[in-house]
């Protein structure tokens, strides 16, 4: 299933009397690039997310944000370092006597010092905290692939009809490439009478230039191969592989039997569908972009 590189999910679970909050969001990108904001003391789960999230997301721009809140982690102690506090006091005063400064030596002067403060955080069971974010990253990977695979499957069907498209100029361009040759000889024809007036015109000469510019606007192969990849990226997209940068490589050879075709073209009406024809593979390749 065509899967979306932009998705949003988010999962709760309440365990051990604490509530851990999963969150993952992405957007599109080459590669699977991965970020993960944790609290403070559970750098421990950067690798460990990478890895569960790595083995269910291709590719994308992945940040995921991991709340705890509740439990041992509420029951932090605050205490003073009053040795620290005891010399950023006399510190100031010193300052005060030397310099001749004014004012009193107060509380927020002191307090300002982060290092005044001691907090001593309860142990953490490392392990038991691993158990309930995977669980509750579980939950989160769920509802974001679920949202990826819904917006994957409007992205699916938007080049699907595309590609149908494709397929009728396509159609259109096979019809009138004989007309060109057939418009070709004609004009040859008229050029050589108004040439040799009364002259006979050697049929064969005729023949043997219109089989050369035959040769030269032939689009018989291209066409061909065209409608190939065309059907290749159709059955790709109902295909369970995760396939965006084969998409990439198809839509490539799409557009250079466009490019062929258009170069090749000695008519104006088939010039103009090819045109069109690359408006809309240009939109593909767009699209494709989103796909996983």
Partial sequence: MVRSMTGYGRFELLKNDVNYTVEIKSVNHRYFEFSVRTPKGCAFLEEKLKAFFA?????GKIEVYIGMEGGARSNSVVTVN????????????TLKKKYGLSGKVSLSDVITNSDVF????????????????????????DA??????????RLAQDVKSRCEHILNM????EEKA?????????????KLREVLEDTSIDEQRILTEAA?????????????????????????????????KKFDFVVQEMNR????????????????????IKGEIEKIREQIQNIE
């Fill in 178 to 190: 004989p007309e060109t040759l057939k418009s070709y000889r004609e004009r040859l024809e008229k």
């Fill in 55 to 59: 083995k269910r997301i291709a590719r």
């Fill in 212 to 244: 050369i510019f035959a040769d030269k606007i032939a689009v018989d192969e291209e066409t061909v191969r065209l409608k190939s990849h065309i059907n290749q990226l159709v059955n790709m997209i109902d295909s369970d592989e995760t396939l965006g």
């Fill in 257 to 276: 039997e466009a490019n062929t075709i258009g170069s090749k073209a000695q008519n104006i009406e088939i010039t103009r569908i090819v045109v069109d």
């Fill in 118 to 141: 001691l907090v001593e955080r309860p142990k953490m069971d490392e392990e038991e905290i691993w158990s309930s974010v995977e669980e509750a990253a579980l939950g989160a990977v």
């Fill in 170 to 173: 396509v159609g259109e361009v």
């Fill in 144 to 153: 974001f692939i679920k949202m990826r695979e819904t917006e994957g499957e």
């Fill in 82 to 93: 009053e040795a620290v506090a005891g010399s950023y006091v006399n510190a100031l005063k």
